[in-house]
Antibody, heavy 115, light 109 residues
């Protein structure tokens, strides 16, 4: 069974940092590009970042460029999102998603940025 | 930066047909935007229905179809069921980061 499980969310102060993880199982993780998508409370979806299967190609939304870093460890079947200089507007549920067709989603992890 | 537009809300009768659209502020939506459609119900993660304009996943009900219509991406639901009541989001790919539309709240009533 294909599974994506996010973790690492929590409460952080403005300006702080957090590292999200997405543990993959049930498929050959190293064969798939991966994305992060977020959703602020009561709001719509926002695309955040992309990483190719090898990790050689990376894209970011303008809203997080320079503050967030996406990475992956194919040996550990894991995707990461390092989030620095966090702002109140980064408060959201963060989802990881698999592949070109967004063929699997995790259940999400909530990040709250507040003092 | 481009803006992706969707109808804020639509209503369809059970068994009826409805088309949701997804437009781009930069001009006509084409196959090059590789449009996607996602369904999200309250408290749940999104579920992908359509990718690359019209391709379906194995779990996509046959009553959903994707297309290009009048310069927009379109999601057509034929034979609406009560369980189709949800928020629907489109996603368009650009040369930079992809962009989501604001979502369409679909009511089956």
């Amino acid at each position: 069974e294909v599974q994506l499980v996010e973790s690492g969310g929590g409460l952080v102060q403005p300006g702080g940092s957090l590292r999200l993880s997405c543990a993959a199982s049930g498929f050959t993780f190293s064969s798939y590009e991966m994305k992060w998508v977020r959703q602020a409370p009561g709001k719509g979806l926002e695309w955040v970042s992309y990483i190719s299967s090898s990790g050689s190609t990376i894209y970011y939304a303008d809203s997080v460029k320079g503050r967030f870093t996406i990475s992956r460890d194919n040996a550990k079947n894991s995707l990461y999102l390092q989030m620095n200089s966090l702002r109140a507007e980064d408060t959201a549920v963060y989802y990881c998603a698999r592949g070109t067709g967004y063929s699997a989603w995790g259940q999400g992890t909530l990040v709250t940025v507040s003092s | 930066q481009a803006v992706v537009t969707q109808e804020p809300s639509l209503t369809v009768s059970p068994g009826g047909t409805v088309t949701l659209t997804c437009g781009s502020s930069t001009g006509a939506v084409t196959s090059g935007h590789y449009s996607y459609w996602f369904q999200q119900k309250p408290g749940q993660a999104p579920r992908t229905l359509i990718y690359d304009t019209s391709k379906k996943h194995s779990w996509t009900p046959a009553r959903f179809s994707g297309s290009l219509l009048g310069g927009k991406a379109a999601l057509t639901l034929s034979g609406a069921q009560p369980e189709d009541e949800a928020e629907y989001y489109c996603l368009l790919s650009y040369s930079g980061a992809p962009l989501f539309g604001g979502g369409t709240k679909l009511t089956v009533l």
